[in-house]
C-alpha cells in the first residue's frame, strides 16, 4: 500500500470534499457554524445563469458574448462536435476539434462572510480548467472533466466586485487525460457543464468525512479538519429521517493542529439499507470549543454490510443478492452532460420502474445528485473512474482524480464497487488508492477482467455462461446483450438470466445500455444525431421515449412472478402460481389484484375483479394462490401485483380461450344474402351483395376484397412466408361447390407452396380461409412458418388488434406485451433513431383480430386460432445494424406459427441463447382465417 497524504490544507486545490454538504441548523447554539453557500451558475440544465464567454474556433468563435452556466458549449451553438473514438466526426488528421473556451463572470462576497474562508467549488469542467479570480491564478489547472475540485480564494478577493475567468481547455493538455476520457465511445464535448458554487467556512472547519456503517449497527468515521486550534471536541449524533436521535451523542478530542479524528459508535434498534429497503439515516458533525459549535455538517448514510465471497457471489448484510443492472450516460439531447435534479430522480425512477436494483456509472462518476437518487430510491451502484482501453490516466493524475471521486462519494450506501477505469483502461498503480479514502474498502473491479476474485467479463456468449459451472469466480458481467435499435438487451434477456439463476456464483450483470445517447445537433438544425449506429443502444430513446425491451425487462426482472396453473384436462381452474424473487422482501408485503375480461370488437369488458393479499412467502420459494369463481368461459385473466408502497411491479394478462370470431366481430348477426360467382379471363369473382372477393384462377390466390366503393388491396396470398416466387401456374386447379348457401372453393394443385387451400365465402359477407402446409417427416427449419400476403402500406392509418401488445415481439423477446384490445396509429418507427412509439410495423403475438385502418375501408382478420403471429409490413432497420437487420420476406401483412429472432450489436441471435435459434416445425400446420371489409 502506497502512504499518501490524507489533507491538502495548505495548498489552495487542495479542497475535496464535501458533497453539497447539507448545512442547516437543526438546533439552538449553533447559529451561524454551517457552511454557507451561493451558487454563480444555475443547478442544472434548467436554470442556467448568463456569464460572459468567449470561444477560440469553430462557430460562434472570436467574439465576447453571452453563455448559460452550466452547459456544454456546442449545445449553445459554439464550437464544434465530437464522438470520441470515431473519425467520422472530425476533419482527416485532426484528433479532436480543440476550441477553447473563456469564461467570465462578477460577483461580490456577502458582508456577512467578513472573517470566514471562502472557497470556489466546480462541479464538472471539461476538460482542463484554469481559475483566476481578480487576474490572479486560484491554483494549478485541473485536468479531469468529470469530477469535483475546489480553490480556497479567501486571499485572491476584494471588497466590492470581484472577477472570476475561468479558461477551458475541450482537448485536454495530459495525453493521457485525453485517452481516458475523450478517446471514448460517447459524445465528448466542452465547457462547465456542472454547477460552480462559492462556500464560506469558519476558520476552523470539518473537511470530509468517510464512514463504516454495519449493518450490526456499528458506526466508525473518519473526519478531517482543516485549520484545527481552538476546537477541542468532535461531537456527533446521528438522527433519523424524522430528525430523532437514534442514541446517544457521542465525540472524540480535538486538539491543534489534529487533521483526523475517528468517532465510533454502536446502536440498537436502527433499519438497515439495501435497494429494496432504502434506509437512510444523517449523522450531525459539530467541531466544538467548550459549548460553541465552530462548524456544521451533515452527511447522509445507510447501515449496511457488503462483502464480496469468492466462489459464493455478493452480499448484503449476510444475504446473496443478484444484480439486475444496466449502464448509464448522464446525458440529455438538448444540453449534453448537463443535467438536472429532477432528470437525475427521473432516471433512477425509470430504472426502478424496470424491476432493476443496480446502475453502472458508465464511463464517469455522475452528477451528485444522481447517487442521491439512488440511495434515496434504492439502487445499488458502480462508481467508475473515468478511462477507456489505454493508455489510462497516468498515476500523478489518477492518484488525484481517485481521491477527488472517493472523498466526494465515499458515504453513499448505495455504492458497492469502484471500477478503476473501463476496458483495459486501469491504471493498477490506482488500485489501492482507493482504500486510502475510503474506511469501508469497498471493493475494486476492472470491468471486463478477471480482477479481484470477480469476473466482469464484457457481452459473453451463451456457451460461455453454459460454461459457468466449470469456473469458480463470481461472474457479473458489467456490461451484455448490447442494444442496438430493438436489438439487444430485452431480446435473449429470458435464456440468459434463467442460466444465471442456476449457478450460485453468478451474480447478475449490466445490460448495455439505459438510454439512446441521441445530440440535439445545433448545428443541423435540432437533428438528433446519434453517430451512426453507434449511440442508439438504449432500453429508452433520448428523451426516455419507453422501447419494447424496457417491458421484457420489466417483466423478467420483476421481483414477483405469477404463472397460471393449468392442466390438459381441465384447463385454468383459477390457480395462479406466484414465485418470491426478493432477496430481502417477504411476499406478504405485497398485493395482487385480478380481473376477469371478455371482449367485443368495440372494447374490453371487466366481468369479475377481485384483490387478494400475498401470503407470507420468504424470497426464493412460491406458493400457489386460488382465485374465486367459475373461469369455464373466462376469455381472459389480468394479475396486477403492486409492491408495499402500492407501485406495480408487473400486470400479466393471458387469453385463456379465444373468443368466437363471429360474435367478437358481430359477423353472426348478418342478414344473409346469395353468394354469386362471376368469372371472367383472369379472375373468379364471389359476391355477397356489394361484398366482393376475387381470386386468380390460374393459383387459386386472393386478388383483392371490395365492399362498395370500398377496395381492399389484400392480394397474393396466401403464399409461404419463405417462398420466394410462386409455383408454376399449370399445376392449379379450383373447384366450386356449395355447402348449404356457403361457396367453397376447393384449390387443388395449390400454388404459394401449399398443400391445401380452401375458400369459403359466406352469405353474411365474409370471406373465410383455411390452409395447410408442411407435413414432411423431417424438421423443416426457417426464420419463419406461416403464410404472407401482399398489402401496401401507402396509406393506412393505423390498427387495432386483439392480441398480445402494444410493443411488437421477436422470437427471443417475447416477454413484456400482453393480451389486450390495443390500438395504434401508423408510424415508422426505428428504435434508437425515431420513437413515435409503440412501434407499428413489426411481429406481434397472440393474434385474434386485426384492423388495417385506411380512409378506401379497413381489412379486418379474425382468427379462433391461438398462437398466431401477425406480421404487419417490414420492420425498418437502422443505420448499418449489423446483427439487428430485420429478416426480409415478400408480402405487407403475414400471419405466423413461428418469426425470427433478433441480435445484439456484436452478436447474432444464435449465439444468445436457445430463443435466438431458427425454428423447427415438424408435421402439417393449419391457419384458419375469417376477412372482411368495413
Known amino acids: 500500500m502506497k502512504m499518501k497524504v490524507m489533507m491538502f490544507s495548505n495548498v489552495r486545490f487542495g479542497w475535496f470534499a464535501i458533497g453539497l454538504l447539507v448545512m442547516v441548523s437543526l438546533v439552538g447554539g449553533v447559529s451561524g457554524a454551517e457552511t454557507q453557500s451561493r451558487y454563480l451558475t444555475g443547478k442544472g440544465n434548467d ?135 475523450r478517446q471514448a465511445d460517447y459524445w465528448v464535448l466542452g465547457g462547465i457543464f456542472r454547477p460552480v458554487f462559492l462556500e464560506a467556512l469558519p476558520q476552523e472547519y470539518i473537511d470530509w468525512a468517510s464512514v463504516d456503517a454495519k449493518a450490526d449497527g456499528s458506526f466508525d468515521l473518519d473526519v478531517f479538519i482543516v485549520g484545527a486550534k481552538g476546537a477541542d471536541r468532535l461531537r456527533a449524533q446521528i438522527v433519523d429521517s424524522q430528525g430523532d436521535a437514534l442514541g446517544e451523542p457521542f465525540s472524540s478530542p480535538v486538539g491543534a493542529g489534529v487533521k483526523k479524528v475517528s468517532v465510533s459508535t454502536k446502536v440498537r434498534g436502527h433499519q438497515t439499507w439495501t435497494a429494496e429497503t432504502p434506509h437512510l439515516y444523517t449523522v450531525r458533525l459539530d467541531l466544538m470549543s ?19 465471497k469468492a466462489k459464493q457471489g455478493v452480499f448484503v448484510n449476510g444475504r446473496k443478492i443478484r444484480l439486475k443492472g444496466v449502464n448509464r450516460h448522464c446525458f440529455w439531447p438538448e444540453t449534453g452532460r448537463t443535467v438536472s435534479r429532477a432528470l437525475s430522480y427521473q432516471d433512477a425512477r425509470l430504472i426502478k420502474e424496470m424491476n432493476m436494483n443496480a446502475v453502472r456509472m458508465s464511463h464517469y462518476p455522475p452528477d451528485k445528485h444522481f447517487l442521491e437518487a439512488c440511495d434515496e430510491l434504492g439502487l445499488y ?31 453513499h450506501p448505495s455504492i458497492l464497487f469502484w471500477a478503476n477505469g473501463n476496458e483495459g483502461g486501469w491504471n493498477t498503480e490506482l488500485d489501492d488508492d482507493y482504500a486510502l479514502w475510503d474506511k469501508q474498502n469497498r471493493v475494486v473491479i476492472h470491468p471486463w477482467s478477471l480482477f479481484n476474485e470477480i469476473d466482469t467479463k464484457h457481452y459473453p456468449n451463451y456457451s460461455f455462461l453454459e460454461g459457468m459451472a466449470k469456473r469458480e469466480q463470481v461472474f457479473m458481467p458489467t456490461e451484455f446483450l448490447h442494444g442496438l435499435y430493438d436489438g439487444g438487451s430485452g431480446s435473449g434477456l429470458n435464456d440468459y438470466w434463467n442460466l444465471i439463476l442456476q449457478h450460485e456464483h453468478a451474480a447478475g450483470g449490466f445490460l448495455w445500455v439505459f438510454a439512446d445517447e441521441g445530440i440535439v445537433r445545433t448545428d443541423r438544425n435540432g437533428e438528433i444525431d446519434l453517430a451512426g449506429n453507434r449511440a442508439p443502444d438504449g432500453l429508452v430513446g433520448p428523451h426516455r421515449e419507453k422501447e419494447g425491451s424496457f417491458f421484457t425487462v420489466k417483466e423478467i ?41 371478455r371482449y367485443t370488437i368495440s372494447g374490453e369488458e371487466v366481468v369479475q375483479r377481485g384483490r387478494l393479499d400475498c401470503p407470507v412467502v420468504a424470497p426464493g420459494e412460491r406458493t400457489q394462490l386460488l382465485l374465486p369463481g367459475d373461469w369455464s368461459s373466462t376469455q381472459a385473466l389480468r394479475v396486477r401485483v403492486t409492491n408495499g408502497k402500492k407501485q406495480e411491479l408487473f400486470t400479466w394478462c393471458w387469453s385463456l380461450q379465444p373468443p368466437n370470431p363471429l360474435a367478437l366481430c358481430g359477423l353472426a348477426g348478418r342478414d344473409k344474402q346469395t353468394v354469386q360467382v362471376e368469372e371472367s379471363p383472369g379472375r373468379l369473382r364471389a359476391r355477397v351483395g356489394d361484398f366482393t372477393a376475387d381470386f386468380d384462377p390460374r393459383t387459386g390466390l386472393l386478388m383483392g376484397m371490395a365492399s362498395g366503393a370500398k377496395v381492399i388491396p389484400l392480394s397474393r396470398g396466401p403464399r409461404l412466408a419463405h417462398l420466394m416466387e410462386l409455383l408454376p401456374e399449370s399445376q392449379t386447379l379450383i373447384r366450386q361447390r356449395y355447402d348449404g348457401d356457403v361457396l367453397v372453393l376447393d384449390v387443388e394443385g395449390v400454388n404459394g407452396g401449399l398443400n391445401g387451400l380452401i375458400w369459403k365465402i359466406h352469405p353474411q359477407g365474409y370471406l373465410e380461409m383455411q390452409c395447410s402446409y408442411g407435413g414432411n417427416e423431417d424438421d423443416e427449419t426457417y426464420a419463419f412458418h406461416g403464410v404472407t400476403f401482399d398489402f401496401p402500406e401507402q396509406g393506412v392509418l393505423g390498427k387495432r388488434w386483439l392480441g398480445q401488445g402494444p410493443y411488437r415481439v421477436w422470437q427471443n423477446r417475447m416477454r413484456g406485451p400482453q393480451f389486450g384490445l390495443w390500438q395504434c396509429e401508423y408510424n415508422d418507427a426505428v428504435p434508437g433513431k425515431h420513437w413515435p412509439l409503440p412501434e407499428f410495423k413489426g411481429y406481434f403475438a397472440d393474434m385474434h383480430w386485426l384492423e388495417l385502418q385506411r380512409d378506401e375501408g379497413n381489412l379486418n382478420v379474425v382468427t379462433n386460432q391461438s398462437g398466431l403471429f401477425a406480421r404487419v409490413f417490414e420492420p425498418r432497420n437502422g443505420t448499418e445494424p449489423l446483427h439487428t437487420r430485420t429478416a426480409n420476406f415478400d408480402g405487407g401483412v403475414s400471419f405466423l406459427h413461428a418469426i425470427p429472432a433478433i441480435g445484439t450489436k456484436f452478436h447474432a441471435a444464435d449465439q444468445r441463447g436457445p430463443s435466438g435459434l431458427p425454428t423447427k416445425i415438424k408435421g402439417k400446420q393449419q391457419i384458419h382465417l375469417i376477412f372482411f371489409p368495413s
Open 381 to 411: 451502484v458502480i462508481n467508475e473512474l473515468c478511462g477507456w482501453s489505454q493508455p489510462a490516466y497516468d498515476t500523478e493524475v489518477g492518484e488525484r482524480l481517485v481521491g477527488e471521486l472517493v472523498r466526494r462519494d465515499q458515504m
Open 47 to 181: 436554470d442556467p445563469v448568463l456569464w460572459d464567454f468567449f470561444c477560440t474556433k469553430g462557430r460562434k468563435s472570436g467574439t465576447w458574448t453571452k453563455i448559460g452556466v452550466p452547459s456544454q458549449w456546442e449545445q449553445q451553438g459554439f464550437g464544434n462536435y465530437d464522438y470520441g473514438n470515431d473519425h467520422h466526426y472530425r476533419p482527416k488528421g485532426v484528433e479532436h476539434h480543440d476550441e477553447e473556451g473563456i469564461y467570465r463572470r462578477n460577483f461580490q462576497i456577502p458582508q456577512a462572510w467578513k472573517g470566514k474562508r471562502v472557497r470556489i467549488v466546480f462541479e464538472g469542467v471539461m476538460t482542463d480548467a484554469q481559475v483566476r479570480v481578480n487576474g490572479q491564478l486560484a491554483g494549478p489547472i485541473h485536468q479531469g472533466g468529470f469530477y469535483r475540485f475546489a480553490y480556497e480564494i479567501t486571499s485572491l478577493l476584494k471588497a466590492g466586485e470581484n472577477q472570476l475567468e475561468v479558461h477551458v481547455c475541450k482537448v485536454s493538455k495530459n495525453k493521457t487525460v485525453e485517452m481516458a476520457e
Open 557 to 597: 426482472w420483476s421481483p414477483v412472478q405469477v404463472s397460471m396453473v393449468s392442466t390438459a384436462e381441465s384447463g385454468f381452474s383459477g390457480k395462479v402460481q406466484v414465485e418470491n424473487r426478493y432477496d430481502f422482501t417477504n411476499l406478504d408485503t405485497c398485493t395482487l389484484a385480478w380481473e376477469k375480461l
Open 290 to 308: 467548550g459549548d460553541r459549535c465552530l462548524h456544521r455538517i451533515e452527511r447522509k448514510f445507510g447501515f449496511r454490510t457488503v462483502e464480496l
